[in-house]
Structures are given as structure tokens and as C-alpha cells.
Nanobody, 123 residues
Framework: VQLQASGGGLVQTGDSLRLSCAAS????????VAWFRQTPQRGRELVTA????????TYAEFVKGRFTVSVDSASNMIYLQMNDLKPEDSAVYLC?????????????????WGQGTQVTVSS
């Protein structure tokens, strides 16, 4: 399985972006998928995770009410709608998948990663 993230770019404070993550390869039926973001200052942090089977989601406090994750299981797509973007949201955003059941709350739990897409929010 491979993951390909896209949709990043340069936007202004308050703008919106939608990131996409396409899963390709043999049957894609993970336990869960997630979006992380990474900066040199903060390292890698979980943005949101969603359990594939029932769609249960979890969000980091710093994105609650602004970001929404969704999945299209028929197309093996994972989306991240980001609204009201702030400069501190600037980061490389990565999608990840975990094949087997277990925690979805830390980066080490995920076994497949996309290459990341850069989001830059100007003030």
C-alpha cells in the first residue's frame, strides 16, 4: 500500500485548504488512518485520526472546530478540510495508515506513511 498526499499550498490567515490522501495498492482496509503535521520546532504531532470501520474520529485540541477529517472508503481517499487557517498551522502534513488494530494516537503506531504536503499560512 502506498499513500500520496496532495493539496497543500500557500494561503493567508483565515483561508481554507483541503488536503487529500490517496491510498493505492492491494486491498486497503486499515484499522485507522490519520493526518500528522511536522515542523522543525514542534516535531511530528497528531492532527486527527479516524477509525476506518466506524468512522470514529479524534482531533488535536489545536484544530478542534477548524479541521474536519473524512474518508471515502469506496475510493480509498482520506481528506482533511482545514478552515480558519493560522500561521501556526504551517507545516508539512502527512497522512498515515495503521493496518492492525490498536492505538491511533501516536506516530509510532502507524506503519504506512505518505510523503507529505507543505502548508504555509502567511500572516
Amino acid at each position: 500500500v502506498q499513500l500520496q498526499a496532495s493539496g497543500g499550498g500557500l494561503v493567508q490567515t483565515g483561508d481554507s485548504l483541503r488536503l487529500s490522501c490517496a491510498a493505492s495498492g492491494p486491498t486497503f482496509n486499515p484499522h485507522g488512518v490519520a493526518w500528522f503535521r511536522q515542523t522543525p520546532q514542534r516535531g511530528r504531532e497528531l492532527v486527527t485520526a479516524v477509525r476506518w470501520k466506524d468512522g470514529k474520529t479524534t482531533y488535536a485540541e489545536f484544530v478542534k472546530g477548524r479541521f474536519t477529517v473524512s474518508v471515502d472508503s469506496a475510493s480509498n481517499m482520506i481528506y482533511l478540510q482545514m478552515n480558519d487557517l493560522k500561521p501556526e498551522d504551517s507545516a508539512v502534513y502527512l497522512c498515515a495508515a495503521r493496518r492492525d488494530s490498536g492505538s491511533l494516537y501516536y506516530s509510532g503506531a502507524f506503519d504506512t506513511w505518505g510523503q507529505g504536503t507543505q502548508v504555509t499560512v502567511s500572516s
